[in-house]
């Protein structure tokens, strides 16, 4: 199984402020990788998927970079709306597996 | 637009049954695959099972094999999830959700609000 390890576990930024969060795989994924969003009581959304394409309707100020087992998702200026969970997820082999996590919190 | 609305959950006591649906709209649900997924209460997102667009493939995570079974009616447009011997550690949100492919192998692009299964006595 791969696991996906996400760093750091909670981000503390200011609106406004560049986020920068981290994804790393035990063993290469290629560029099967999402990210997605997920904010309190709210199902999961879609951010980016092939490791840096933006899935349909997602802002420009979300990219996503990396291949093989080191991944970034970045948030060039932190809109209020943005403060969320961000899970990444491995589609390379089975079973798919998602990192633990990041949390955006309002610094 | 695509909608994923899943029914079914509740509070059910270790060893029992239980079998989540989900009905979908909005897209030729007979082309995709679906998956279910997990989520404990204030933890991170655990894949369960898939299925393909034509029922021939189904993927299970080890957590839940040969407990739970995955199934689909493309007559209907539902998914479904019958879950038996049931655990405390089974206590999770469950969604459902859309691949963006007919073979289930990749991310998703669409999930449901989840339904909520409390496994305790």
């Known amino acids: 199984e791969i696991v996906m390890t996400q760093s750091p576990a909670t981000l503390s930024v200011s609106p406004g402020e560049r986020a920068t969060l981290s994804c790393r795989a035990t063993?290469?994924?290629?560029?099967?990788l999402a990210w997605y969003q997920q904010k309190p009581g709210q199902a999961p959304r879609l951010l980016i998927y092939?490791?840096?394409t933006r899935a349909t309707g997602i802002p420009a100020r979300f990219s996503g970079s990396g291949s093989g087992t080191e991944f970034t998702l970045t948030i060039s200026s932190l809109q209020s709306e943005d403060f969320a969970v961000y899970f990444c997820q491995q589609y390379k082999n089975w079973p798919l597996t998602f990192g633990g996590g990041t949390k955006v919190e309002i610094k | 637009q695509v909608q994923l609305v899943e029914s079914g959950g509740g509070v059910v006591q270790p060893g029992r049954s239980l079998r989540l649906s989900c009905a979908a709209s909005g897209f030729t649900f007979s082309s995709y695959g679906m998956h279910w997924v997990r989520q404990a209460p204030g933890k991170g997102l655990e894949w369960v099972a898939v299925i393909s667009y034509d029922v021939r493939n189904k993927y299970y995570a080890d957590s839940v094999k040969g407990r739970f079974t995955i199934s689909r009616d493309n007559s209907k447009n539902t998914l479904y999830l019958q879950m038996n011997s049931l655990r405390a550690e089974d206590t999770a949100v469950y969604y459902c959700?859309?691949?963006?492919?007919?073979?289930?192998?990749?991310?998703?692009?669409?999930w449901g609000q989840g339904t909520l299964v409390t496994v305790s006595s």
């Open positions: 092939g490791a840096s």
């Open positions: 063993q290469s994924v290629s560029s099967s």
């Open positions: 959700a859309k691949d963006f492919s007919s073979g289930g192998g990749y991310y998703s692009d669409y």
